[in-house]
């Protein structure tokens, strides 16, 4: 299968608007014991330059054989490595977030159990890839990418500084069985964005709804990088109760707390600082199993969306999601 998605650079600085909170140095510790299990040969695939921001912007939602992604595949390293690999997710990330991680490479290796159409080819260490760029460092700035089917970090990491954007989050199935045990990849931001709409009445929902058309996917994932949003539309957070902002800000917190613990706080109260700015909204449908169920997030900073596709592999829908600061994708302000 040829390469499904064009990646063109966007100038990037390092001027990002984090709140901070980062445990870089602990993170730049994990990310350089990585990069000491690589031979010469992989170090050349895997730490690439930090200027080099079409190679930084290169993530999708699609499996590897279909948009092919920079650095090595976990097929190709050895089991020490692989380790050398998680270690250095698992500092970076919430327990959530790892967790998540976990899941959804558990959700490619159900998939390839399906065999057919839209599964074949599937699997935790053939879909996924890590990349270093730059040389890790608790004061120079250095980007961790890994990613693959339905999943995408991109840790930019300055100082005290991070970012967690761009996000790719997503899930087919929605759920399945592992062990006796149901696995749900995406629970909690499906579970969230739900919440946050069905609370509203009649009035806050026709007021949410977006006009300018239908959705069939996300407006701002993979190779949109240039820091055009649409025009902010949908119902304001500041007209809600306080129960429906509490909602709200739950299903902020279901994206933004996959960073590491304190960063996370920092990044939440910076969100919630600017909630009576920030607008929800909604279009097509807006139930949990729906088909094209499009659900959105559209603050000062903040940006997310959800949305319900067809799936190919299964009967049912599955699930695409997107978490992005309009001030800070990739440690950057230059997109916006």
């Given at each position: 299968?040829?390469?499904?998605?064009?990646?063109?650079?966007?100038?990037?600085?390092?001027n990002?608007?984090?709140?901070?909170?980062?445990?870089?140095?602990?993170?730049?510790?994990?990310?350089?014991?990585?990069?000491?299990?690589?031979d010469?040969?992989?170090?050349?695939?895997?730490?690439?330059?930090?200027?080099?921001?079409?190679?930084?912007?290169t993530?999708?939602n699609?499996?590897?054989?279909?948009?092919?992604?920079?650095?090595?595949?976990?097929?190709?390293?050895?089991?020490?490595?692989?380790?050398?690999?998680?270690a250095?997710l698992?500092?970076?990330l919430?327990?959530?977030?790892y967790?998540?991680v976990?899941?959804?490479q558990?959700?490619?290796?159900?998939l390839?159990?399906?065999?057919?159409?839209?599964?074949?080819?599937?699997?935790?260490?053939?879909?996924?890839?890590?990349?270093v760029?730059?040389?890790p460092?608790?004061?120079d700035?250095?980007?961790?990418?890994?990613?693959?089917?339905h999943?995408?970090?991109n840790?930019?990491?300055?100082?005290?500084?991070?970012?967690?954007?761009?996000?790719?989050?997503?899930?087919?199935?929605?759920?399945?069985?592992?062990?006796?045990?149901?696995v749900?990849?995406?629970?909690?931001?499906?579970s969230t964005?739900?919440?946050?709409?069905?609370?509203?009445?009649?009035?806050e929902?026709a007021?949410a709804?977006?006009?300018?058309?239908?959705?069939?996917?996300?407006m701002m994932?993979?190779t949109h990088?240039?820091?055009?949003?649409?025009?902010s539309?949908?119902?304001?957070v500041?007209?809600?109760?306080?129960?429906?902002?509490?909602?709200?800000?739950?299903?902020l917190?279901?994206?933004?707390?996959?960073?590491?613990?304190d960063?996370?706080a920092?990044?939440?109260?910076?969100?919630?600082?600017?909630?009576?700015?920030?607008?929800?909204?909604?279009a097509?449908n807006?139930?949990?199993?729906d088909?094209s169920?499009?659900i959105?997030i559209d603050?000062?900073?903040?940006?997310?969306e959800f949305?319900?596709?067809?799936?190919?592999?299964t009967?049912?829908?599955?699930?695409?999601?997107?978490?992005?600061?309009k001030?800070?994708?990739y440690?950057?302000?230059?997109?916006?």
């Amino acid at each position: 299968m040829g390469n499904m998605q064009t990646f063109t650079a966007v100038n990037l600085n390092t001027n990002g608007d984090s709140p901070g909170g980062a445990n870089t140095a602990t993170v730049a510790a994990a990310a350089k014991a990585f990069l000491a299990t690589l031979d010469a040969t992989q170090l050349t695939k895997i730490n690439l330059a930090f200027t080099d921001n079409q190679s930084r912007q290169t993530w999708s939602n699609y499996p590897a054989t279909t948009v092919a992604r920079k650095g090595v595949a976990l097929k190709d390293l050895s089991e020490t490595q692989r380790t050398a690999v998680m270690a250095m997710l698992k500092v970076a990330l919430s327990a959530d977030g790892y967790q998540q991680v976990l899941d959804i490479q558990k959700s490619d290796d159900y998939l390839n159990t399906l065999g057919g159409q839209g599964a074949d080819g599937f699997g935790s260490l053939v879909d996924y890839y890590v990349a270093v760029y730059g040389t890790p460092s608790a004061t120079d700035p250095f980007q961790i990418q890994f990613g693959g089917h339905h999943l995408a970090r991109n840790l930019t990491y300055n100082g005290d500084k991070v970012s967690q954007t761009p996000q790719f989050v997503g899930s087919e199935p929605t759920s399945f069985e592992v062990g006796g045990k149901t696995v749900a990849p995406v629970e909690p931001e499906s579970s969230t964005m739900f919440a946050m709409v069905a609370a509203l009445s009649a009035d806050e929902k026709a007021a949410a709804k977006l006009t300018s058309g239908t959705y069939d996917d996300l407006m701002m994932g993979p190779t949109h990088d240039d820091g055009e949003f649409p025009a902010s539309e949908g119902l304001v957070v500041s007209t809600l109760t306080a129960a429906q902002k509490k909602l709200v800000t739950a299903a902020l917190a279901a994206y933004i707390d996959d960073l590491a613990d304190d960063a996370a706080a920092k990044a939440l109260a910076k969100y919630t600082s600017e909630l009576d700015s920030t607008r929800i909204a909604w279009a097509n449908n807006t139930g949990p199993t729906d088909e094209s169920s499009y659900i959105r997030i559209d603050g000062p900073s903040v940006w997310i969306e959800f949305i319900n596709t067809r799936s190919m592999s299964t009967p049912n829908i599955h699930y695409h999601s997107v978490y992005r600061d309009k001030n800070n994708d990739y440690g950057s302000t230059d997109p916006s």
